[in-house]
């Protein structure tokens, strides 16, 4: 097992190109030094084949290139001297600080500009002249030059890392919003399905499983006129929903909002549902006059009435069924009241859902919401609300949907 990693291809190339580099200039004798100063003949090709050989480890283990290359660029000042043994050298720091810890990259400019001082100052005491200053020059460019450079390479590398890591997140972050959103009009939707066809589909499954138990002839032909005139309203809300999904912007498209203004025929329909079953339907609206509420707070009311109906159809004993509106300054309440217990004879089953619907609406526009059995004495009477329940309790639904003071209030 090697101890460095497999080198980068341009690394080898690096390496290659300034070792073949050098040893042509070897060949043409051509060095930094003259022939009387350092060590001559080939002694110049060791420095050069080290700091080739770091040039293979440049990225995967820059300090150890670093300290490796220095010596070797040491070593190059006791021989003839070689252009490209420089030049690897300078080519190793600025890898040193840019493929380098973040602590190396802020050291090692540092440590480049205190290197250069030192020969300034050493070569300015030694020769006593102005030359110097040149060999001061001659190391600030082969040191902090290519030091300076890797840093703003590396800033710029790290700000495009972090642009990118922003960019993802961003796209993250959209993705989750549109998922949600995707979510939310899913269970919008499942909640308009199940409102709009739920009350027409449990009288159509109440009123056949009467006219399929009992063995009369009158009784079958008023169960099948009251399941054909639910399967035509359910139609009518089917294709109602049909275009709210299409969202043509056809004005010839019916409403897809219903409002509290169309209470009275739905009450009216469950009564007419309900009758076979003994159940009697009431409506008391005391919002009186006022502004008008929010489309939403009258959508949210109109489909909590119309599912407890629903449920009312579907599970309540014989008895009165009370629905009961009050506008307050601050919100709209709603009650439903409704005989509980046993009931005889045909019913349609349930799934629970429109009691999760009625909860998910009114959280929506963060108003409160109560629905189970409560006792007739005590909880029968709500707001003016009197239930003659057939045994200790009643079912009631509550609801309080709060009205923004800006739309006007009561």
């Known amino acids: 097992m090697s101890v460095f990693p497999r080198p980068h291809r341009e690394d080898v190339l690096i390496a290659a190109a300034g070792l073949l580099g050098g040893v042509l200039l070897w060949a043409l004798g051509l060095h930094t030094q003259g ?66 810890s973040p602590s190396a990259a802020r050291r090692i400019p540092w440590g480049t500009a205190l290197f250069t001082v030192t020969v300034t100052v050493a070569a300015v005491s030694w020769l006593r002249s102005p030359e110097g200053l040149l060999l001061g020059v001659l190391a600030a460019a082969i040191t902090i030059a ?57 009288a159509i499954a109440i009123h056949s499983t009467a006219a399929l138990s009992l063995d009369d002839a009158s009784t079958s032909k008023d169960a099948l006129a009251v399941i ?48 076979s079953s003994g159940l009697t339907f009431t409506l008391e609206d005391r919002r009186g006059e006022g502004p008008a509420l929010p489309a939403p707070v009258e959508m949210a009311a109109y489909r909590i009435v119309q599912e407890s109906l629903t449920n009312a159809l579907k599970h309540a004993p014989r008895g009165p069924v009370t629905v009961f509106l009050e ?29 999760v619907g009625m909860r998910e609406r009114v959280a929506l526009l963060d108003g409160e919401f109560e629905a189970g059995p409560v006792a007739a004495d005590g909880a029968g009477s709500t707001n003016g609300i009197t239930a003659e329940a057939n045994g200790t309790k009643i079912w009631r639904v509550r609801a309080e949907l709060p009205v923004d003071e800006g739309g006007g209030t009561a």
Not at 164 to 170: G, S
Not at 327 to 355: C, E, F, I
């Open 35 to 100: 022939s009387d100063r350092g060590l001559p003949g080939s002694w110049v090709l060791l420095p050069l084949a080290a700091i080739s050989l770091m040039e293979l480890v440049r990225r995967s283990a820059p300090r150890t290139a670093l300290l490796v290359a220095t010596l070797a660029l040491i070593a190059d000042f006791f021989t003839l001297g070689s252009v490209a043994t420089i030049a690897m050298f300078t080519d190793i720091v600025y890898a040193a600080v840019l493929y380098g």
């Open 146 to 202: 290519p030091a300076a450079t890797g840093v703003l390479v590396r800033d710029h590398r790290d700000a495009a890392e972090a642009a990118r890591l922003r960019a993802e997140q961003t796209a993250l972050l959209a993705e989750m919003d549109r998922t949600q959103a995707v979510m939310a009009e899913r269970a919008r939707m499942a909640r308009e399905l199940h409102d709009m066809v739920a009350n027409h589909l449990s």
């Open 228 to 275: 054909r005139e639910n399967s035509v309203a359910g139609l009518a809300e089917m294709r109602r929903l049909i275009g709210l999904l299409r969202d043509t912007g056809d004005e010839r498209a019916p409403a897809s909002a219903p409002t509290l203004g169309a209470l009275d025929s739905l009450v009216e329909q469950a009564r007419t549902n309900g009758a």
């Open 327 to 355: 506008r307050t300054r601050r919100a709209l309440r709603v009650d439903v009241v409704s005989p509980y217990g046993d009931r005889p004879g045909p019913r349609a089953p349930g799934s629970g859902a429109g009691l």
